[in-house]
């Protein structure tokens, strides 16, 4: 399994920006899919998660009606619209996923995902 997440870039505060993660392999039906970040010096934090059913979706506080995270089964990819950005939101940005039977679950804990992809840079200038 590979997941390969794109889209990065510099923009300014109140821009918008989408990153996608194309996962290789088989259908990802069966799998969850979330978003985390990560800035030196500080834990990888959960940014959204959407359930393998894709009806179900979670948000931390800090990206709640600013983000928003789809998904589409047919390509294999998750996708992260983030809009109203601000500098805070600079970070390195990974995908990541996890097997689960329950159609429902969203995850939003680092250690409730199994695979990761390698990470893409966000900087928002102010």
């Known amino acids: 399994v590979q997941l390969q997440a794109c889209g990065g870039g510099t923009v300014q505060a109140g821009d918008s920006l989408g990153l996608s993660c194309v996962a290789s392999?088989?259908?990802?039906?069966?799998?969850?899919m979330g978003w985390f970040r990560q800035v030196p010096g500080k834990e990888r934090e959960f940014v959204a998660g959407?359930?393998?059913?894709?009806?179900?979706?979670d948000y931390a506080d800090s990206v709640k009606g600013r983000f928003t995270i789809s998904r589409d089964g047919a390509k294999n990819t998750v996708s992260l619209q983030m809009n109203s950005l601000k500098p805070d939101d600079t970070a390195v940005y990974y995908c990541?996923?996890?097997?689960?039977?329950?159609?429902?679950?969203?995850?939003?804990?680092?250690?409730?995902?199994?695979?990761w992809g390698r990470g893409t840079q966000v900087t928002v200038s102010s």
């Open positions: 392999g088989p259908s990802r039906y069966g799998y969850v």
């Open positions: 990541a996923e996890a097997w689960r039977t329950h159609s429902n679950v969203v995850l939003t804990t680092t250690g409730g995902y199994d695979y």
């Open positions: 959407i359930s393998r059913s894709g009806n179900f979706r």
